[in-house]
């Protein structure tokens, strides 16, 4: 089984903090996608990343691919309390047929205080 | 618009009482899958199906059944539930998981307690 672990697990910061959170694995993924989450609803994708090395940027937040397929990271830059929310990465792999498993991190929860 | 339906929102029954949660989209998607959300877990799938008549287990499938008779509609069957199904439960569509990583689409979730 493959296993994506996020870090950290809880993070809470003023607004105007600018802020990293991480997504690593042991394990090469074909691509790595982000999610977000709000209190009473589904996760909603923000981005996908297939290429190592990648870096995609979404406003205020910037997303990065490993160079070799394995982590990614989100920045945000001058969070706002609009951010807030569950933060979850989810990483691809081809499986036989063709199929492709998706594996989700426990996500981490970000909290941004006005 | 296009959306993940999920019923009931918020469920809560007794041990042994059979129930299903129903799962309905309306983008045509060939994917679907559900999902359970438990602390310090994270999403864990539990069945998914990539077309109608096929389904598969996931990483975490006893307790439960699905089916997918038709391609907008995925229920989710828990023939005997037991407390350790208490959970978030969400379900997905997505175009396909065939060869790529496409987004999934996600139902705004089922809460369910089992006591």
């Known amino acids: 089984t493959q296993l994506l672990e996020q870090s950290p697990q809880f993070l809470s910061i003023q607004e105007g903090e600018n802020l990293t959170v991480y997504c690593n694995s042991s394990?090469?993924?074909?691509?790595l996608q982000w999610y977000r989450q709000e209190p009473g609803e589904g996760p909603v994708l923000l981005v996908t990343v297939v290429t190592g090395g990648e870096v995609k940027k979404l406003k205020r937040l910037t997303f990065q691919f490993g160079d070799a397929r394995k982590d990614s990271s989100l920045h945000i830059t001058a969070a706002q309390p609009g951010d807030t929310g569950l933060y979850l990465c989810a990483g691809g792999a081809a499986q036989s047929g063709g199929y492709q498993k998706v594996t989700f991190g426990i996500g981490t929860k970000l909290q941004v205080i006005p | 618009e296009a959306q993940v339906t999920q019923n009931p929102r918020y469920l809560i029954t007794v041990t042994g009482k059979k129930l299903t949660v129903t799962c309905s989209q309306n983008m045509n998607h060939e994917y679907m899958s559900w999902y359970r959300q438990d602390p310090g877990l994270g999403l864990r799938q539990i069945y998914y199906?990539?077309?109608?008549?096929?389904?598969d287990k996931g990483d975490v499938p006893e307790g439960y059944k699905v089916s997918r008779k038709e391609k907008r509609n995925f229920p989710l069957i828990l023939e005997s539930p037991s407390p350790n199904q208490t959970s978030l439960y969400f379900c997905a569509s997505s175009p396909s998981l065939r060869y790529s990583n496409q987004p999934q689409h996600f139902g705004d979730g089922t809460r369910l307690s089992i006591l």
């Open positions: 199906s990539m077309n109608v008549e096929v389904t």
């Open positions: 394990s090469v993924f074909s691509s």
